[in-house]
């Protein structure tokens, strides 16, 4: 005799139960909660004050300022953050967990407070601070200032995703590789690094969004040049919510259509 479906259960699975349907509004207004004030930002800006607003120079210098800066906070954390998220992820050694404890401290800790940190650590009257500007490297007030600033805060997002990506990769790979006369390093970069790209990448825009974002331990450490965050504040401060609305709405839309086209190049590569 031939099983057949249940169509009487498929019909019913076309409705949500009672939990799900609970889910569905807790999880809507989740949504609402992000997205709403975003969409009321851009709509009610005037697109006059909004085009008036990206042609001032001090926005544009800003903007670029603050995504230039992300980028290299990105890149530094890559150097750094990618090999010891593959430490974590493939080696068992005494203090790892305290170790990925210490990672997550910029995320637990409040950004001021942070800026306080670096600024204690890095000002100019530090070790520190007099041992890098004896080379004429300064962090107070300057471009590096702001990328140590962003790096900090946003490190622990590429190395727990990359340390994430590393731990789903069958290491029987990395052992058929080294069998095969491969050395550590070869089975790293040939190997493992190829297999964790997408989550490293994944990492990265989550880091590099992090950093465009951030606020209270670069408005400490390095106030001047002003990144959009800090400009937005001191145009709210001083001239209210009407001057400080176009900047922050194009700051929402650029970082929007990134985001938009990174994950449409994320999907296009997956395709491919």
């Known amino acids: ?20 349907i609970v889910f569905f509004v807790l999880g809507t207004l989740l949504i ?25 120079r001090e926005v544009i210098v800003s903007v670029f300022l603050t995504l230039r800066a992300a980028f290299w906070a990105t890149l530094l954390g890559l150097a750094g953050g ?12 005494p203090g790892r967990a305290l170790v990925e404890a210490l990672v997550d401290i910029p995320v637990i800790i409040p950004h001021s407070a942070a800026g306080i940190a ?38 622990p997002f590429l190395v727990n995703t990359a340390k994430e990506g590393f731990r789903l990769i069958p290491e029987r790979l990395e052992r058929v590789a080294r069998t095969l006369g491969a050395s550590p390093w070869q089975v790293f970069w040939h190997v493992s690094l190829p ?13 590099w969004a992090r950093g465009i974002s951030e606020f209270g331990a670069v408005l ?45 190049l994320s999907r296009r590569k997956r395709h491919d």
Not at 1 to 20: Q, Y
Not at 133 to 148: Q, R, Y
């Open 195 to 207: 297999l964790c790209k997408r989550a490293i990448g994944a990492g990265a825009i989550l880091m």
């Open 118 to 155: 670096l600024l204690a650590m890095y000002g100019r009257h530090t070790f520190l601070g007099k041992f890098f500007g004896f080379f004429g490297i300064g962090f107070l007030d300057s471009e590096l200032g702001i990328v140590l600033a962003m790096a900090f805060v946003s490190v």
């Open 1 to 20: 005799m031939k099983n057949t479906p249940d169509r009487s259960a498929s019909h019913r699975r076309r409705f949500l139960s009672p939990g799900e």
């Open 220 to 264: 400490i450490l390095a106030y001047n040049p002003k990144i959009t965050p800090v400009l937005l504040y001191e145009r709210f401060e001083q001239f209210g919510l009407r001057y400080a609305a176009p900047v922050a709405t194009l700051l929402i839309l650029v970082c929007l259509a990134l985001f938009f086209l990174f994950r449409f």
């Open 82 to 93: 990618v090999p010891l998220a593959y430490l974590l992820a493939r080696r068992n050694f």
């Open 32 to 56: 609402l909660f992000i997205v709403a004030p975003v969409i009321r930002m851009i709509v009610t800006t005037p697109p006059s004050d909004l085009a008036e607003t990206a042609r001032e």
